[in-house]
């Protein structure tokens, strides 16, 4: 049981530092849209 939930965390890790990572690209590019004006209002 303890290998079977450490191999499912092991595998889930990689997504989870990709969601991650996609999420702060986002983050950064609308607020250096914002900072620098050419963010556009929906």
């Known amino acids: 049981m303890v290998f079977k939930e450490s191999s ?3 595998a889930a890790l ?3 530092q990709a969601i991650t990572t996609s999420t702060c690209s986002c ?3 609308y607020l250096s849209l914002t ?3 050419e963010g ?3």
């Open 35 to 37: 900072y620098t004006g």
């Open 8 to 10: 499912y965390f092991q």
């Open 14 to 16: 990689p997504n989870v």
């Open 27 to 29: 983050i950064t590019n």
């Open 40 to 42: 556009r209002n929906a």
